[in-house]
């Protein structure tokens, strides 16, 4: 299984950025028989839960960035994307996708993201104010 994020860069507080996290290799295939999530990591701050998604579609987000964020996937190019917008400097960190065959609630997913199988390598977002 390969799951590889892309678009994370350095931007100024208040921009915006779509994450994307391209996967391969699924056992099932499709990222739509999957969960998912985004999960990042600040220097000497613990993982964190961002935003997950279920394979019915129910999504949860921190509350760090709710109404700021949004998760999708798209089936037909089996891509989960993180939709980031007005970004502040707290948001720097290495964002992490990670998808698990489990029936486990977004929720849950989100507060304890090592029920997540798979991981990848992650992408650096930065944002400055």
């Known amino acids: 299984v390969q799951l590889v994020e892309s678009g994370g860069g350095s931007v100024q507080a208040g921009g915006s950025l779509r994450l994307a996290c391209a996967a391969s290799g699924l056992p099932f295939g499709s990222v739509a028989m999957v969960s998912m999530g985004w999960v990042r990591q600040a220097p000497g701050k613990e993982r964190e839960g961002v935003a997950t998604i279920n394979v019915l579609g129910l999504t949860s987000y921190a509350d760090s960035v709710k109404d700021r964020a949004t998760i999708s996937k798209d089936n037909a190019k089996n891509t989960l994307y993180l939709q980031m917008n007005t970004l502040k400097p707290e948001d720097t960190a290495m964002y992490y996708c990670?998808?698990?065959?489990?029936?486990?609630?977004?929720?849950?997913?989100?507060?304890?993201?090592?029920?997540?199988?798979?991981w990848g390598q992650g992408t650096q977002v930065t944002v400055s104010s």
């Open positions: 990670a998808a698990g065959y489990t029936s486990t609630t977004p929720r849950t997913l989100l507060n304890d993201p090592t029920s997540f199988t798979y």
